[in-house]
């Protein structure tokens, strides 16, 4: 059975930082894409980052990049998000999701087949 596990999240001071970890069990990590999502209350999901397999390659939506990272660590079955310079638009809840696709040459993502069941980020002004 996999499982999905984020942890991390909490109340922030806008400009601070967070690193939000997922682990994921019952699957084969390192053969997978992944990806961390957000949706904040009153808005779909949207896609923040995702990386492949390797950690080699790593795409962000724009209203992130420069100040959120994503890597991985196959070794412990875990992925990572450094959350740089937070914003009070970046309140949201935040999944992890494996096996999907996402591309970065069109920004999209496909429908995970696994999701955490999210950790909730607070940004405060």
């Known amino acids: 059975q996999v499982q999905v596990v984020e942890s991390g999240g909490g109340l922030v001071q806008a400009g601070g930082s967070l690193r939000l970890s997922c682990t994921a069990s019952?699957?084969?990590?390192?053969?997978?894409?992944m990806a961390w999502f957000r949706q904040a209350p009153g808005k779909e999901r949207e896609g923040v980052a995702c990386?492949?397999?390797?950690?080699?390659?790593?795409y962000y939506a724009d209203s992130v990049k420069g100040r959120f990272t994503i890597s991985r660590d196959n070794a412990k079955n875990t992925l990572y998000l450094q959350m740089n310079s937070l914003k009070k638009e970046d309140t949201a809840m935040y999944y992890c999701?494996?096996?999907?696709?996402?591309?970065?040459?069109?920004?999209?993502?496909?429908?995970?087949?696994?999701w955490g069941q999210g950790t909730q980020v607070t940004v405060s002004s």
């Open positions: 999701a494996a096996d999907l696709s996402c591309s970065s040459s069109s920004g999209t993502y496909g429908s995970p087949n696994y």
């Open positions: 019952g699957l084969t990590f390192d053969r997978y894409i």
């Open positions: 990386i492949n397999w390797s950690g080699t390659i790593t």
